[in-house]
């Protein structure tokens, strides 16, 4: 990298500005950002998985959401941790998550008894 002319980073300045300015002063080189490189959204309406209609039968503000991402893999017993911790709150959540690890579908890894009212989305 020291003979390079620029690099260029698959992220944007506002989130690593520091960093890139960093590396552009140890390799005496300019950094240039390429953004963050995301997919584009599915044109699917709301409407079409039956989450708007969900969504709608509560009060603005009363349903919780727990997202983690596509980079996080819990292990099944903080997935459940997580899954009746969310029930304990007594309120309608929404949990964004990948399956746990060692398992295949999060509907497997979840405690005894816990599936009745469970909505999945493909």
Same mark, same amino acid.
């Given at each position: 990298m020291t003979l390079c002319d620029a690099i260029a980073?698959?992220?944007?300045?506002?989130?690593?500005?520091?960093?890139?300015?960093y590396i552009a002063?140890? $390799? !005496? /080189?300019?950094? $240039?950002y390429t953004g963050p490189v995301l997919p584009e959204p599915k044109k699917e309406p *709301?409407?079409?998985?039956? @989450?708007s209609n969900w969504l709608e !039968?509560?009060?603005?503000?009363?349903v919780v959401f727990c997202g983690f991402g596509s980079q996080l893999f819990l292990e099944k017993k903080? $997935?459940? &941790?997580?899954? @009746?911790? @969310? =029930? *304990?709150?007594g309120l309608p959540f929404l949990l964004a998550v990948k399956p746990p690890e060692g398992t295949n /579908?999060?509907? =497997?890894? @979840?405690? &005894?008894? $816990?599936?009745?009212g469970l909505k999945k989305r493909d």
């Open positions: 980073m698959k992220t944007c300045r506002e989130i690593d500005g520091t960093f890139g300015d002063t140890q $390799f !005496k /080189s300019q950094s $240039f *709301l409407e079409e998985h039956g @989450l !039968k509560f009060e603005p503000g009363s903080q $997935f459940q &941790e997580l899954v @009746l911790g @969310l =029930e *304990l709150t /579908s999060t509907e =497997e890894a @979840l405690p &005894e008894g $816990f599936k009745k």
